[in-house]
Nanobody, 124 residues
Framework: QVQLQESGGGSVQAGGSLRLSCTAS????????MGWFRQAPGKKREGVAG????????DYADFVKGRFTIARDNAKNTLYLRMNNLTPEDTAMYYC?????????????????WGQGTQVTVSS
């Protein structure tokens, strides 16, 4: 069993930055892929970024490229999402997720382990 716990959300003004963290516990050796997803009120969940835990390969949604950075500290079993130049459109609940498959954030159905989420609110 693997559990995920996000932290680091909050309220910032447009142009500000936040760093989200997601700490994994349990049988973390099984995790091959991790990702960040978000869901705004009334909108569908969307993938933000993903990382393969062994190779470190990262990928990003077009709308965050150049602004967000995903990273993982394997020693700490922690996933990060550094978010810069935030806009009100980034306001959402952010979730981290893990998969025992090598997969992409573009296929969220293959992520079987999800955290509870952390709220990010960006004001104009």
């Amino acid at each position: 069993q693997v559990q995920l716990q996000e932290s680091g959300g909050g309220s910032v003004q447009a142009g500000g930055s936040l760093r989200l963290s997601c700490t994994a516990s349990g049988d973390t050796k099984k995790i091959l892929s991790m990702g960040w997803f978000r869901q705004a009120p009334g909108k569908k969940r969307e993938g933000v970024a993903g990382i393969l835990t062994r190779s470190g390969t990262t990928d990003y949604a077009d709308f965050v490229k150049g602004r967000f950075t995903i990273a993982r500290d394997n020693a700490k079993n922690t996933l990060y999402l550094r978010m810069n130049n935030l806009t009100p459109e980034d306001t959402a609940m952010y979730y981290c997720a893990a998969s025992t498959l090598i997969t992409s954030f573009a296929t969220p159905q293959f992520f079987g382990i999800w955290g509870q989420g952390t709220q990010v609110t960006v004001s104009s």
